[in-house]
């Protein structure tokens, strides 16, 4: 008989593990679809599942891309970590792990992996090697010594969405967004063309990219502190914008997708449509935008053209494609108007191109020349850079350093005065993919500074090259490496509050406030943080969750305690975990098991109503089979050794 049941016993958990392995195949293989169709968003939430059922090398790798692609810095770091840790990964997997670290602010770990990468692949070059070490020791550099600007996210321009891509037009600042507010509702900047599933034209409702709507170019009145869409037919139901006015408001260029009627393409592969550049101008009687015309140089087949600058004058255009010739990604160049109106021949702005991506050309009123570019030593991703125009000669360009630049891509920089202004930046703790942000610079007469060391919470040792983060309300985020003593400091506004956070990879962040209100003289404030270690699959005790007997329901004062967790997973978004309910021995054992798992999937339920994602987070009732202490069946305890059994515990299984 025994040998029957154990039998039965082995082919029921075959059965389970096979059907397991199906299921897994099935998600994979619908997850490896949407990828193929750069539905990222959906192929990110698939391969989350394949993982979680099995934690193989293919879900990982494509967890790093996918989230790369929509520029989700964090678990980008956090999958490539991964990835590059297991057998058989991509070398290539190494440099991906490097530029999350370097767009995540984690200079000294960076560089780290880029060596690492160069001594795996022998095609780097020790110029290309130097060009990352010295983009990391200029990044530390200009975090310790920031400039004198104030950078604001313009919370009125900016929605949950992408907003980027300003220029001011009588009195109203214009700028593109994917906002939800039409039927035909990511941009341009490191994905130079509209993707689309090759088997039809795209969704005219939603970009599969993102998952958000096709951008739209947006008028936001002051006055009425609202955006409301730019009065222009354009002629296509993807994406349009950003743009550029003639000083006289007469004219104006910008950037535009459209699926050409001639397209080819072969069924259930993907296809890439190129960007164009189209112009329009106000008609004098009606005051409307004329129908608009295409660049000369448009060639939706080959190249995209995007990102125009017209000059005030009118006479001048310059632009950023990947036109053949170039020596990048995308380069800049530049068209001049010949007597009878028409456009020049394109020149090649060789004296600024790089071989990476040149992008958002812009001159201010100095006639200074603007770009963004990931081809010079920079923080990481587009940074802005300036170069002087010295008669009609740009000059070697300088990175404007930080808080102007930030780790993640920021562009499309435009000045209001010569003081203030706009850019766009994708840099974190915005409000949407791409945030419009405000700059101008700072006069203060009272100096005040903030200092702190970072510990290891347990050991009390100071902690090298952790990130220090500080940040206000309606404020820029300033970021720093703490130094070979664990110490960090900061340059503070008076009359303001600040949240101040640490982390480190393979810590548990920590945070703490800071305010200069009422200080009425120059002064350094101290304030230290503590950075627990993460281990992996180890319990921690969740206190004072209790439920009412024989009901899983979450009560009052559970919800409380349940909610510190809900922090520490909002604060480390890249950790999984598993909670778990355990009973005392009491009662029968089946009843118990059954029991700890309602529990546990009560107190899950509710975390994922607080936002967290589902896949981040699993349910686990152990009943009575981990007991603390000798309180077994027929073992008699009193009330206290049964209550302390009797427990809600969570463990990371994934940093």
Same mark, same amino acid.
């Given at each position: 008989?025994?040998?029957?049941?154990?039998?039965?016993?082995?082919?029921?958990?075959?059965?389970?593990?096979?059907?397991?392995?199906?299921?897994?195949?099935?998600?994979?293989?619908?997850?490896?679809?949407?990828?193929?169709?750069?539905?990222?968003?959906?192929?990110?939430?698939?391969?989350?599942?394949?993982?979680?059922?099995?934690?193989?090398?293919?879900?990982?790798?494509?967890?790093?891309?996918?989230?790369?692609?929509?520029?989700?810095?964090?678990?980008?770091?956090?999958?490539?970590?991964?990835?590059?840790?297991?057998?058989?990964?991509?070398?290539?997997?190494?440099?991906?792990?490097?530029?999350?670290?370097?767009?995540?602010?984690?200079?000294?770990?960076?560089?780290?992996?880029?060596?690492?990468?160069?001594?795996?692949?022998?095609?780097?070059?020790?110029?290309?090697?130097?060009?990352?070490?010295?983009?990391?020791?200029?990044?530390?550099?200009?975090?310790?010594?920031?400039?004198?600007?104030?950078?604001?996210?313009?919370?009125?321009?900016?929605?949950?969405?992408?907003?980027?891509?300003?220029?001011?037009?009588?009195?109203?600042?214009?700028?593109?967004?994917?906002?939800?507010?039409?039927?035909?509702?990511?941009?341009?900047?490191?994905?130079?063309?509209?993707?689309? =599933? %090759? !088997?039809?034209?795209? #969704? $005219?409702? +939603?970009?599969?990219?993102?998952? @958000?709507?096709?951008?739209?170019?947006? &008028?936001?009145?002051?006055?009425?502190?609202?955006?409301?869409?730019?009065?222009?037919?354009?002629?296509?139901?993807?994406?349009?914008?950003?743009?550029?006015?003639?000083?006289?408001?007469?004219?104006?260029?910008?950037?535009?997708?459209?699926?050409?009627?001639?397209?080819?393409?072969?069924?259930?592969?993907?296809?890439?449509?190129?960007?164009?550049?189209?112009?329009?101008?106000?008609?004098?009687?009606?005051?409307?935008?004329?129908?608009?015309?295409?660049?000369?140089?448009?060639?939706?087949?080959?190249?995209?053209?995007?990102?125009?600058?017209?000059?005030?004058?009118?006479?001048?255009?310059?632009?950023?494609?990947?036109?053949?010739?170039?020596?990048?990604?995308?380069?800049?160049?530049?068209?001049?108007? =010949? %007597? !009878?109106?028409?456009? #020049? $021949?394109? +020149?090649?702005?060789?004296?600024? @191109?790089?071989?990476?991506?040149?992008? &958002?050309?812009?001159?201010?009123?100095?006639?200074?020349?603007?770009?963004?570019?990931?081809?010079?030593?920079?923080?990481?991703?587009?940074?802005?850079?300036?170069?002087?125009?010295?008669?009609?000669?740009?000059?070697?360009?300088?990175?404007?350093?930080?808080?102007?630049?930030?780790?993640?891509?920021?562009?499309?920089?435009?000045?209001?005065?010569?003081?203030?202004?706009?850019?766009?930046?994708?840099?974190?703790?915005?409000?949407?993919?791409?945030?419009?942000?405000?700059?101008?610079?700072?006069?203060?007469?009272?100096?005040?500074?903030?200092?702190?060391?970072?510990?290891?919470?347990?050991?009390?040792?100071?902690?090298?090259?952790?990130?220090?983060?500080?940040?206000?309300?309606?404020?820029?985020?300033?970021?720093?490496?703490?130094?070979?003593?664990?110490?960090?400091?900061?340059?503070?506004?008076?009359?303001?509050?600040?949240?101040?956070?640490?982390?480190?990879?393979?810590?548990?962040?920590?945070?703490?406030?800071?305010?200069?209100?009422?200080?009425?003289?120059?002064?350094?404030?101290?304030?230290?943080?503590?950075?627990?270690?993460?281990?992996?699959?180890?319990?921690?005790?969740?206190?004072?969750?209790?439920?009412?007997?024989?009901?899983?329901?979450?009560?009052?004062?559970?919800?409380?305690?349940?909610?510190?967790?809900?922090?520490?997973?909002?604060?480390?978004?890249?950790?999984?975990?598993?909670?778990?309910?355990?009973?005392?021995?009491?009662?029968?054992?089946?009843?118990?098991?059954?029991?700890?798992?309602?529990?546990?999937?009560?107190?899950?339920?509710?975390?994922?109503?607080?936002?967290?994602?589902?896949?981040?987070?699993?349910?686990?009732?152990?009943?009575?089979?981990?007991?603390?202490?000798?309180?077994?069946?027929?073992?008699?305890?009193?009330?206290?050794?049964?209550?302390?059994?009797?427990?809600?515990?969570?463990?990371?299984?994934?940093?």
């Amino acid at each position: 008989m025994k040998k029957n049941i154990l039998g039965l016993i082995l082919t029921l958990t075959l059965l389970v593990a096979m059907q397991r392995r199906v299921n897994a195949q099935y998600i994979l293989k619908e997850a490896d679809a949407q990828y193929e169709l750069f539905n990222y968003e959906k192929a990110i939430d698939l391969y989350e599942q394949a993982y979680k059922k099995k934690a193989t090398l293919h879900p990982a790798e494509r967890l790093a891309e996918c989230y790369s692609f929509i520029h989700n810095y964090k678990q980008t770091e956090s999958w490539y970590a991964i990835a590059s840790g297991m057998s058989g990964s991509n070398i290539e997997d190494h440099l991906g792990y490097a530029k999350a670290l370097q767009s995540n602010s984690k200079y000294s770990e960076a560089k780290i992996e880029y060596r690492k990468y160069a001594l795996l692949n022998k095609a780097v070059t020790p110029q290309q090697l130097s060009l990352w070490m010295m983009s990391c020791d200029s990044a530390m550099v200009w975090m310790k010594n920031p400039g004198s600007y104030i950078i604001k996210n313009e919370k009125t321009l900016n929605s949950s969405h992408s907003d980027w891509g300003t220029t001011v037009y009588q009195d109203k600042v214009v700028y593109s967004s994917d906002r939800d507010n039409r039927k035909t509702d990511i941009k341009w900047k490191s994905r130079p063309f509209l993707k689309f =599933d %090759g !088997a039809k034209v795209p #969704d $005219k409702q +939603i970009y599969g990219w993102t998952g @958000n709507r096709y951008l739209r170019l947006y &008028s936001f009145d002051s006055r009425t502190d609202s955006a409301t869409l730019f009065p222009l037919n354009a002629g296509t139901e993807y994406h349009v914008g950003p743009a550029s006015f003639t000083a006289n408001g007469q004219e104006m260029y910008f950037t535009l997708t459209r699926v050409p009627h001639d397209l080819q393409y072969t069924k259930d592969k993907p296809g890439t449509i190129n960007l164009e550049i189209y112009s329009s101008k106000k008609e004098a009687m009606s005051g409307k935008w004329s129908a608009p015309v295409p660049f000369k140089y448009n060639n939706v087949n080959e190249w995209s053209v995007g990102d125009p600058f017209i000059t005030g004058d009118g006479k001048s255009l310059y632009f950023a494609s990947t036109m053949p010739g170039g020596k990048g990604g995308t380069d800049l160049y530049v068209c001049f108007r =010949d %007597g !009878a109106g028409q456009w #020049d $021949k394109p +020149i090649n702005l060789s004296v600024i @191109n790089t071989s990476g991506d040149e992008r &958002s050309p812009y001159f201010d009123a100095n006639n200074d020349f603007y770009f963004s570019s990931d081809g010079y030593a920079g923080m990481g991703g587009l940074d802005i850079f300036k170069s002087a125009n010295k008669s009609g000669t740009l000059g070697k360009p300088r990175n404007m350093g930080y808080p102007v630049n930030s780790p993640q891509d920021d562009f499309a920089y435009i000045a209001t005065s010569d003081t203030s202004g706009y850019l766009s930046s994708d840099r974190m703790d915005g409000m949407g993919n791409d945030d419009i942000y405000s700059f101008h610079k700072k006069i203060s007469v009272l100096i005040f500074q903030l200092a702190g060391i970072v510990y290891d919470k347990e050991t009390h040792a100071p902690l090298i090259n952790a990130l220090v983060s500080l940040s206000k309300k309606n404020g820029n985020r300033l970021k720093v490496e703490t130094d070979e003593n664990g110490a960090f400091k900061f340059n503070l506004a008076a009359a303001s509050d600040y949240d101040l956070t640490a982390e480190k990879t393979a810590f548990r962040s920590d945070e703490a406030k800071v305010s200069t209100l009422n200080l009425q003289e120059s002064t350094t404030l101290h304030q230290d943080l503590y950075l627990a270690t993460i281990e992996i699959d180890k319990a921690i005790l969740l206190e004072n969750i209790y439920y009412d007997f024989d009901k899983w329901n979450i009560r009052a004062d559970a919800a409380i305690e349940l909610d510190k967790l809900v922090k520490i997973m909002q604060d480390n978004p890249t950790i999984w975990i598993e909670l778990g309910s355990h009973t005392d021995s009491r009662g029968n054992d089946a009843y118990n098991m059954t029991l700890s798992q309602k529990r546990a999937e009560s107190a899950v339920q509710y975390i994922i109503s607080r936002g967290i994602s589902k896949n981040r987070i699993e349910a686990k009732g152990y009943g009575e089979t981990k007991l603390l202490n000798r309180c077994a069946n027929g073992v008699a305890c009193t009330i206290a050794e049964h209550q302390l059994n009797r427990r809600t515990e969570f463990k990371i299984l994934k940093q």
